[in-house]
């Protein structure tokens, strides 16, 4: 929200980027604030909008890499995916990177099938978005290229593919050398806050797309099936279907290139990230499913679409517990019980000052830093605002606090969030 925010330039969102992910969706957020109010309820529309969007897709995907039954049956599949309505609600930049995944593997096949210069023109459209919307669209390009290069080697393709194929894979290269100097930048990171995962993460990584055991049961059981019919047919005819090829190395790829990174460099793989990973995932799900009868089909969908449900409802508590910290909470206690002059500190501000900004308070709050570096001579009170590791009040500051002449009046504890408020006494204590 506040590399959106529509009171600041385009230089400036562009800027902010810089110390973030690539500008895509800032720049559609930003725009969508130039004309919607700049709030939560109306971030999440667009979340919500995008989310919807990347549902679509899915049922074109589908659509294309069998026919429209398996389009339904993916659409579905991702309408009650816990992750896709998780960040369907969220307002980041997860959602844009699954809808333009989705596309860009759903033209990179019309490519492959048709070679019409359309496909390669959207092609290149959506790969370019899912570069410039998260730094794991370099994954996605990769591994596109590798399986560009397997599709020479292995099947039989035309002069016409070829050309069109590097000309749109050189247009995209282009497209993103504004954004290459940040890209070194980056890759120069040897800490990271992401941890190494374990040795099981593609278990968990499953388990967290839908958060259902019984979904994660069937979806797993279709996908290996899937797993199973494919490896027969290679048996015995020694091939398998340029799509089929395609999706099975797009989840390889995208899964150990990232993987292989974490292990030689610094770690990067981290579940949202392989949103990259789950249309085509989801896909071949749905290809397993389809070697059902009809019937057996539906009955399974309907049973995962309600404990997807339930789970989402009643285990989760998806809409009835708190899941965020409160900064919110934070900033509407320091508005309503705070006075002019009072100065907020926060070890991250950026969060107070959003909130501030849209519930129309002038209080804006500084850094720990530059509350170090400020006197507090002529400052009558303090608001101590945190969350996430919450820590009422570093000792050194609640030492420094009192030498001032502050004590603790207040302490409010919010959801993995706290505020304290100090005021100053008649004199300072020695």
Known sequence: MNGSDPDQTWAWVVEYCHYDQPPAYFFMMHAWFKVFPFNDISGRVAATLVGLAGIVAMYFFGKEVKDARTGLIAATITTFSY??????????????????SALSYFFFIRAVKYKALRDFIFYGISTSIALYTHYFGLVLFASQGLIFCLLLIFYPF??????????????????IIPWVPVFFSDIQIKEFWIQMEPFYFPIKYFYVYFKDVVSCIVFGSALIYYAFRTYK???????????????????????????????????????????????????MISLGLMYLNARYQVIL???????????????EEYYSSIRKEDWRGIVTKVIEEGRPGDLVVSSQPWY?????????????????????????ATITAIWWADAFQV????????????????????????????????????????
Do not use: W
């Not at 309505?85 to 844009?96: D, H, K, M, N, P």
């Not at 279907?241 to 610094?266: H, M």
């Open 83 to 100: 992750i896709h309505i998780l960040f369907s609600q969220e307002v980041r930049f997860y959602t844009l990177l699954f809808l333009a």
């Open 158 to 175: 035309e002069r016409r593919f070829l050309i069109l194929s590097v000309a749109t894979a050189m247009i995209v290269a282009v497209s």
């Open 233 to 283: 047919q290679y048996v015995t005819s020694h091939s398998i279907s340029q799509v089929e090829f395609i999706l099975i190395a797009s989840v390889l790829f995208s899964v150990l290139i990232p993987l292989a990174y974490s292990l030689l460099r610094t770690p990067m793989l981290q579940v949202r990230y392989t949103l990259i990973t789950l249309p085509a995932l989801i896909l």
């Open 301 to 315: 969908i309907a049973i995962t679409c309600c404990t997807s449900f339930f789970s989402l409802v009643v285990v």
């Open 352 to 376: 107070c000052n959003y909130y501030f900004k849209t519930l129309g308070s002038a209080i804006r709050a500084v850094t720990i830093d530059d509350f170090n570096k400020k006197s507090t």
């Open 391 to 430: 820590e009422t009040v570093p000792a050194n500051v609640a030492e420094r606090l009192r030498a001032e002449g502050f004590e603790q009046k207040k302490n409010y504890n919010f959801y993995r969030a706290n505020a304290s408020y100090y005021e100053r006494r008649s004199a300072p204590q020695p």
